[in-house]
């Protein structure tokens, strides 16, 4: 890849665009970088360890009550594992209008789960946070429009997700209590523990963090 090439990707690449940013992280690959690097370079700034330990697990496959976002995930697939794919998957619309809303938003991930406090919403970082060195992570609507305002959260994305297993885990285990849960779609023993293991891995990743970070 050529330095006029990879000057030509990030002079088209714009973040309301993944494909345009698909290209740039590939062009980055191809001059040798690896995902830290890509990912400062397409971004601007230094990402937080939790985000790459997720990123080499490859978050699509750890089966948690989470629909990942394209960016900046897909960005942080090297060469040696595909490279990220050209296109987006059917997040980018919700992508876009975070956006949209504020340019300095990073979409991450959107809990599922019936009745959680956080379904509904789309977590992210702000570039300005990651700048400063903080992990901070914001909630906004996926259906965000501009009256609505930033919700931010006391705690970086892994904090995020133990907070969203848990809250699930803890509405599974009271509707298994009720007089009501019975029949389809009551809640059983398999169903819990389940959820408990989902809980047990993402703290697995937090002690992994931890341990990395020493």
Known sequence: MTEAA???????ASRGDYASMARLAR?????GLGPREVIRECYGT??????????????YTLDLLINFTNQPWRLAIPLRQGGPPPEPDS?????????AYDPHLVPLALPLGVDTALKGRVICYHLDELSAGRPTTFGIRKTVD??????????SLLDILHQHHADFL?????????????????????????????????EALQHELTLGQK
Do not use: W
């Open 6 to 12: 990879v000057s030509r990707a990030r002079a088209e």
């Open 27 to 31: 062009a980055l690959y191809e001059t």
């Open 46 to 59: 230094d990402f937080p360890d939790e985000f790459f330990l997720l990123a080499e697990k490859n978050p």
């Open 91 to 99: 997040q980018d619309r919700i992508e876009r209008r975070a956006f």
């Open 146 to 155: 501009i009256d609505d305002e930033t919700e931010r959260y006391d705690g």
């Open 170 to 202: 803890r509405r599974l285990t009271n509707r298994s209590d009720l007089p009501s849960n019975r029949g389809t779609g009551a809640v059983d023993n398999e169903d819990i523990e389940e959820a408990q293991d989902i809980l047990n891995r993402i």
